[in-house]
């Protein structure tokens, strides 16, 4: 069965720094295409960052261009989200997904603010 756990969620000053991780069960992460997205109250869901199978090509939102960065631990089957310079606009649950087998993990919340 698939899952994807995340976790590493938390308030954090703006200008600082949280690394979010998504462990997955059910299938290997270097196999098989891994994103994460994220939801800010009364907005869609939306794609932050992915990271393709195999070579491990990563592609980012513009908006977290330069300040995010995705990348997985194949032996713990586990894909990470470092978030630097946090601003408030990047509030929101985040979380992670599989396309391959359209699975979601539970989310976790990030706030920014002072």
């Known amino acids: 069965q698939v899952q994807l756990v995340e976790s590493g969620g938390g308030l954090v000053q703006p200008g600082g720094s949280l690394t979010l991780s998504c462990a997955a069960s059910g299938f290997t992460v270097s196999i098989y295409g891994v994103s994460w997205y994220r939801q800010a109250p009364g907005k869609e869901r939306e794609l932050v960052a992915g990271?393709?199978?195999?070579?491990?090509?990563?592609n980012y939102a513009d908006s977290v261009k330069g300040r995010f960065t995705i990348s997985r631990d194949n032996a713990k089957n586990t894909v990470y989200l470092r978030m630097t310079s946090l601003k408030p606009e990047d509030t929101a649950v985040y979380y992670c997904?599989?396309?391959?087998?359209?699975?979601w993990g539970q989310g976790t919340q990030v706030t920014v603010s002072s």
């Open positions: 990271i393709s199978l195999y070579r491990g090509d990563t």
């Open positions: 997904y599989v396309t391959r087998f359209d699975s």
